[in-house]
C-alpha cells in the first residue's frame, strides 16, 4: 500500500487551507484599514456631557417670518451626530449638544451667534427620525443618533462648530469650520422670486 499518496494530498489540502486563511486575513486587513481612515476623517468631541461624533451637516430651510409678520423661510443647518451619553443622568442629546457646543457664524465685522431651531424644522423631511430622538431622553452609558438644527445662516459668513467654555472643568478645544452648501437653498429662493414676480 502506497502511504506517500495520502501524505501528499494532505499536505495539498493543508496548503490550500492556510493559502485561503491568509486571504481571508488580508481582506479583513484591508477592511480594518478602510475603517480606520474612515473613523479618522470624521469629526468627533468629548465634551462635559458627552460623546459627539458628527457624520453630516446639512443646509436646510426653516419657516419663519418677516418684520412684517410675513411668512417666510431662512437657511440654517442640520447637525447629524452619534451621541453617547457620559454623564450619570438621563439626558437629551439636544440639550447636551448645547451645553457642550455652538454654531456660530464669524466674519471680519465680528461673531453672529444662531439659535436652535430644531423643532422649527418642517415634518415630512429625511431628519424626522433625528430630529425625534434629538428630544428623548438618553440613559447614561446608552447611544442615540440625533438631528439639531441652527440658523437662521448668512452664506456670506463662515460658519463654525465650536466647543463651549466650561468653568467648572478642562475640555477639548474644538473650532471647526464647515463646509456647507448653499446651492439648494439658493435655488429655491430664486425660484420663490420667480413666481413672485409673475403675480
Known sequence: MDFKKPFIMGGMALT???????NVTDEEQADNEGTE???EDSLSYSGANGDYTFNNFTVVEVP???EEG????????AVEFDFENTTDNAVTPSESFSLDLAVRQLSDAGEAPTDNLTMDLEDGSEFDEGKAASSELVDAGESSTAVVVYGPLDPEMDTHLQARENP?????ELDETLELDFSAVDSAESEESGEDSEE
Open 168 to 172: 467648572l472643568e478642562e475640555t477639548e
Open 37 to 39: 481612515e474612515a473613523s
Open 70 to 77: 410675513n411668512e417666510t423661510s431662512v437657511p440654517a443647518v
Open 16 to 22: 490550500l487551507a492556510l493559502a485561503a486563511c491568509g
Open 64 to 66: 419663519s417670518t418677516d
